[in-house]
């Protein structure tokens, strides 16, 4: 079992910045890869960014290039660095592990005012 707490969500202007961390921990040994989604009012859920256990990283074409996803392996925490921000931004943002199983956090929430 795989425990995940995200933190650092809050409310920012259009263009500013803010940093989501996801603290793992329990069974870390079983995760392959970690990744952001997020979901806004009335929207499905949707991929962010991921990154495998071998480094490697995607995001979605929305966030490309405004957002960043990197890993502390000493401090079990996968960030998402989040520049640039627009309201469509705007979201529950959740950390999600992959392993056996499906671990989900219970997300954090990023308001971006215009």
């Known amino acids: 079992q795989v425990q995940l707490v995200e933190s650092g969500g809050g409310l920012v202007q259009a263009g500013g910045s803010l940093r989501l961390s996801c603290a793992a921990s329990?069974?870390?040994?079983?995760?392959?890869?970690i990744a952001w989604f997020r979901q806004a009012p009335g929207k499905q859920r949707e991929l962010v960014a991921h990154?495998?256990?071998?480094?490697?990283?995607n995001y979605a074409d929305s966030v490309k290039g405004r957002f960043t996803i990197s890993r502390d392996n000493a401090k079990n925490t996968v960030y998402l660095q989040m520049t640039s921000l627009k309201p469509e931004d705007t979201g529950v943002y959740y950390c999600?592990?992959?392993?056996?199983?499906?671990?989900w956090g219970k997300g954090t929430l990023v308001t971006v005012s215009s």
């Open positions: 999600n592990a992959k392993g056996p199983a499906d671990n």
């Open positions: 990154i495998g256990f071998n480094g490697n990283t």
């Open positions: 329990g069974s870390i040994f079983l995760i392959n890869a």
